[in-house]
């Protein structure tokens, strides 16, 4: 073999080599971006963050209820009706929040990945999105109950990672959905997302 017909043979080896190593190395951050939003999916549907969701729901339930129904009860009475302790439950409003935030800098991690991160929104809308909609809609209501027991809750940073989150999940349809039973019950989006507006 020529020494020319070796280097062009060493150049393809190399392009080649080249391609692979690529394609392992997209391979693996998307390996490590998809256990970044399994572990946060983890972290917000088990432990104590579970066991926070359950008398927020509950609540939440209540709430929704009383107002379906047409009762007039303040949300206050509907929270003590619950027989949660409001401190208790201020506590759990806040282990969501924190959780929230965690998904927040998750999904910020995944998504200012130069290579794979283009992706990250549909990823994370498809493993989380129904949480934060979910969220979105009722925390609006526990957190009015709250204060009208324990007093304004100060809830600002931790509150806008969950809008934050709402902004880069939701779609449109998500959005019209929101804002109209939030507005169904006279209720204003936390944390001021940039989709409340309009």
Known sequence: MSGEALSEAALVVSIVAFGLSLAATVAQRRRANMEIARALHVDLTSGVVAEARRPLGELAFALRSDWEAGGDAA???????????????R?????????????WHGYQVVSRDRVLGLGAGKEFAS?????VRNWSEDLPAIKQALET?????????????????????FTEADIRMIRSRLGQRSLQPVGNPAWGVG
């Open 75 to 89: 949300p206050g009475q509907v929270l003590r009706r619950n027989g949660v302790d409001a401190a208790e439950l």
């Open 91 to 103: 506590h759990h409003y806040f282990v969501l929040l924190w959780c929230f935030e965690r998904i």
């Open 127 to 131: 493993m989380l999105g129904w949480h």
């Open 149 to 169: 027991e324990v007093g304004e809750i100060h809830d600002g940073h931790a509150v806008r990672a969950l809008a934050a989150l709402g902004d880069a999940v």
